[in-house]
T-cell receptor, first 113, second 113 residues
Framework: AQSVTQPDIHITVSEGASLELRCNYSYGATPYLFWYVQSPGQGLQLLLKYFSGDTLVQGIKGFEAEFKRSQSSFNLRKPSVHWSDAAEYFCAANTGTASKLTFGTGTRLQVTL | DGGITQSPKYLFRKEGQNVTLSCEQNLNHDAMYWYRQDPGQGLRLIYYSQIVNDFQKGDIAEGYSVSREKKESFPLTVTSAQKNPTAFYLC????????????FGSGTQLSVL
């Protein structure tokens, strides 16, 4: 079955430290890949997306993600975290053959000052 | 400002009662979606619509109904057949299918009295 896995439920980092959130997918073919961010009690906002081409994708708010076909991964990174980055982050995937996304279960990021 | 408006922000349902969640968008998007969010489970698709007067079931449609009589509106009814309706409900829209990014509303928290 197609699935998206985010192995880390909760991550805590210090402000100014680097961040990496993990995402693995299980699909027959390479899916379209997305990272969304959700602030508490709010909707989701797209950070970045990967369809094809350059495997390092730049997004908003200083985030980037790297697609690694050999590892079926699409990890999200940020060199220096700000307190305002505290939120829940969702990885999502779609094969483009049906009008729906499969979301991971999310990783909650806490930032300590 | 263009966006998606969900109302109400909080909703309480009595046993045996149907309730309707409103979703309106002024982005001129063809596609609209309803997701259910439970803690630790990510987002699950309830229904989606790619065009007016047409909609399809998602992964967890049982106990829910929708209509798409206008391009701008995609209301969700939580029926009495949904035995565990307490959740955060998110409406989203996109241009021409799932390859485009989703724009989310700010959600409705539904609780059972």
């Amino acid at each position: 079955a197609q699935s998206v896995t985010q192995p880390d439920i909760h991550i805590t980092v210090s402000e100014g430290a680097s961040l990496e959130l993990r995402c693995n997918y299980s699909y027959g073919a390479t899916p379209y890949l997305f990272w969304y961010v959700q602030s508490p009690g709010q909707g989701l906002q797209l950070l970045l997306k990967y369809f094809s081409g350059d495997t390092l994708v730049q997004g908003i708010k200083g985030f980037e993600a790297e697609f690694k076909r050999s590892q079926s991964s699409f990890n999200l990174r940020k060199p220096s975290v700000h307190w305002s980055d505290a939120a829940e982050y969702f990885c999502a995937a779609n094969t483009g053959t049906a009008s729906k996304l499969t979301f991971g279960t999310g990783t909650r990021l806490q930032v300590t000052l | 400002d263009g966006g998606i408006t969900q109302s109400p922000k909080y909703l309480f349902r009595k046993e045996g009662q149907n309730v309707t969640l409103s979703c309106e968008q002024n982005l001129n998007h063809d596609a609209m979606y309803w997701y259910r969010q439970d803690p630790g489970q990510g987002l699950r698709l309830i229904y989606y619509s790619q065009i007016v007067n047409d909609f399809q079931k998602g992964d967890i449609a049982e106990g829910y109904s929708v209509s798409r009589e206008k391009k701008e509106s995609f209301p969700l009814t939580v029926t009495s057949a949904q035995k565990n309706p307490t959740a955060f409900y998110l409406c989203a829209s996109s241009e021409t299918g799932i390859r485009e990014k989703l724009f989310f509303g700010s959600g409705t928290q539904l609780s059972v009295l």
